[in-house]
């Protein structure tokens, strides 16, 4: 059966190349001139999805965005007069999927109905396997977790991804809004472009245009060929700006006005080329108060964030740790080619489920990671955890005191600022090692942004051990100790010696802060590991047993970070 629309606009000759065009892609329409015309044929007649223009003799598009997205869930568009942006983010924001401006551009009309159509096929495909459809067993079989609060964020997310609305992903770090950013992709009518994800405060500010725009062969010095820039490998896809709270305010400029213009100029180049990309954005930190101390442009905010997705804390939703942890332990025993799948006991599971995880799902993992590197079996017990003992005094005292941190909502309050009792950042200190997402670069949270001072560096809670100890030995001009105990090692490492006893921390941090590594710290930790990791290597005749041990680890964690460093097995020769 034939695809049906209906065209709602005022001006008759708009409404005939609107017809035109649709009669062209095979779509069968009829136009409505006004408002209470428009509801009555809609009313009527089973189209499959609406255009609107959003000024009409007897009304606003808008009420009619609001009535069929209410009852339907039927694709309808706006048309906006030029310049009225704020009417097309309104109309996103009652349920549009799309917008398109007038006067208007053939290709990007053709453009918006094909994605139109895509949606609908969407939804028949739903309908049809109502509770199985490909795209809910996507979501459940990636977004982990089945908890009251999951729920409606999953629905939403359905939803969300059928828009082309630009949607703000807020949460405190590790609640997974990389992995819901790169869900709405795969789930949206722009599944076939690509999904770039950007970690705004990991490029260098010099180097922020050519990236973001490209640059022409020659525009710079070091500008050796022609570079395509992220918009344009974004181009029919998405483009997630990870981090975005970082971006500097120059940037953001620029940025806008290739939002808002839809196009783009290459450094060096004369001609701006037009892009088709929908924007998603994250941050762990409060962007609304960094507006409000001038540090974020409101324009950009108010364009990035037309939907805002709050992502819970894992501690909201603490019944779906069994199945999350479940979930990690299968591809922890996938990843690392285990020969059964790591269980754990009872008392295991529910130590878990008793845990303040500041540092959310990322953190679950990668206590997880770490049991099963320390358990001899395939039994993960409590012990393996290497959580504190649990004393529901103290978490009861630890969950009070988040709870008079938080203003009105709590969750989000402690979301967005990440605010966390220093008792509970001490945990999560020892708990949180390395990112482990795979598809995340290692420079993704520390690069660029937590250089200033030697004990930031330090203390930063995703090091893992062996990353503390090159940390140290490396910044302080000293050997690596064998005893680096769990807690803030720098201090720990001094205090173990008495000669180090002596040195002064604040010359310390004054004398390494000139030599900061200029590739950022997760790259620098990175290629320290990795230097380390092939030295012993080198040194057992590429042995992985015997170099495990020269290490101090064991043979499954070393495997582990070869594979992730990109150590290939054999690099004798
Ligand atoms: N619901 C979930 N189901 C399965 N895995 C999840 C879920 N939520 C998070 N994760 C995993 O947790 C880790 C952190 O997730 P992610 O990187 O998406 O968090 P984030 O909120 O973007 O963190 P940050 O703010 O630090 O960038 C990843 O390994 C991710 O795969």
Redesign the pocket.
Known sequence: MATTALVVDDEVDLCRLMQITLTKMGIKSDVAYTLSQAKSYWQDNDYDFCLTDLKLPDGSGLELVKHISASSNKPIAVITAHGSMDLAIEALKLGAFDFVNKPLELPRLRQLVENALKVIDQNNEAEATPESSPEQQILDS????DSAVMHPLKNTILKLARSQAPVFLS?A???????VARLIHDLSPRRDGSFVPVNCGAIPSELMESEFFGHKKGSFTGAVADKQGLFQQANGGTLFL??VADLPLAMQVKLLRAIQEKTVRAIGDTKEVPVDIRILS?T?KDLNQLVQGGMFRQDLYYRINVIELK?PTLNARRDDIPV?AE?FLAMIAEEWQLESQPLLTAEANLRLQQHDFAGN??EL?NVLERAVTLAETSTIDISHLGLSDFDADQETDKHQKINENRVSDSIEKTDKNDEKPSSIKNDTTQQVTAN??PY?TMT??YAAVKRPSISGVISDSTLSEIDRRSVVSTAYGIESTDKVTDKYPSETVIKNDNERNQFDITTASNTVSAELPAQGLELYLQEQEKKLIITALKQTGWNKTQAAELLGTTFRSLRYRMTKLDIAEDQSE
Do not use: C, N, P
């Open positions: 990636r977004l982990i977790g949460g770090s590790g609640t997974g809004k990389e992995v990870d981090e994250a762990h992502l999350l979930h799902v990322r993992r482990l997402h995340r993704h949270h």
